[in-house]
């Protein structure tokens, strides 16, 4: 019974995947998305190796093997910006035979990317808090692949929503400071635009549409100030078992919404 059920999904699924494509509205998709790419982990536990291997870093090696599908399904669904959140600024603080293993998969899952010529990648978040061999791959990536044309990749490491609106107010502040205006004229100066222009994201648009997987329903810190006005979709899924279906169901679900953009 069980391999009748697996061979009729096996036949179903793509008609079903196929049928959602058909169904989207393009004029009316996101143009940016941010995806939290949660529950590796937890699908390492649930999902243990022949060898018994149940490891954090299994789990986060085969959820970086499944961000090249998500860049795929992107383009071919015309989503030209996708931030992806691969490292939290608290996970640096994980232990150290934890945190080595995903900093070495985060570094390898970028020069991978870059080594395929596709997309232009964008590294953001507090870079300078990482290893310097790692800064050195983010810096090299982002050298490399500028104005590669195609999907704006946002790798976001080292990430904290809240840093990120505390970095941006200081650099706004730096630069006011510079040019030589007094405290009080920098305190007329601070506003909703001159943020916008010191944040990580910087001269990109706001994400219409956050994704995360894992069935968590929280942002957990991810571009606060830039999704202030997204659409949000939750998925059960753990990122690993996340599927070209699911993703489509996200961008069908975004395109039968109607925005309020906030209010």
Not at 95 to 121: C, Y
Not at 164 to 179: G, N, P, T, Y
Request: glycine residues 6%; proline residues 5%; contains cysteine.
């Amino acid at each position: 019974m069980l391999n009748l059920k697996l061979a009729l999904k096996s036949v179903l699924y793509p008609l079903y995947e196929r049928r959602i494509f058909r169904s989207l509205d393009f004029a009316q998709t996101p143009h940016h998305i941010g995806v939290i790419l949660d529950g590796n982990r937890r699908w390492s536990k649930a999902n243990p190796s022949i060898d018994g291997d149940t490891s954090s870093a299994r789990g986060h090696k085969v959820g970086a093997s499944k961000i090249v599908n998500l860049l795929d399904w992107s383009e071919e669904t015309q989503v030209k910006v996708v931030t992806l959140w691969l490292l939290s600024n608290q996970n640096l603080h994980r232990p150290a035979d934890e945190l080595a293993p995903l900093l070495k998969i985060i570094s390898e899952t970028i020069q991978e990317l870059v080594a395929r010529r596709r997309w232009e990648i964008r590294p953001v978040g507090s870079l300078e808090l990482l290893p310097l061999d790692l800064q050195e791959t983010l810096k090299q990536a982002a050298i490399t692949t500028k104005g590669i044309p195609g999907v704006v990749v946002n790798v976001a490491i080292g990430y904290g929503g809240r840093r990120e609106i505390a970095d941006a107010v200081k650099s706004l502040i730096l630069d006011k400071s510079h040019a030589g205006l007094t405290p009080s004229e920098i305190a007329a100066a601070v506003s909703v635009d001159e943020i916008s222009k010191h944040l990580y994201t910087a001269g990109l648009p706001d994400p219409d549409l956050v994704i995360r997987t894992s069935g968590e329903q929280r942002l957990g810190g991810f571009l606060l100030w830039q999704s202030a006005n997204s659409e949000f979709y939750f998925c059960e899924a753990y990122w690993p078992d996340f599927r070209r279906v699911d993703f489509l169901r996200a961008l069908r679900a975004y395109s039968e919404r109607h925005r309020r953009h906030g209010i």
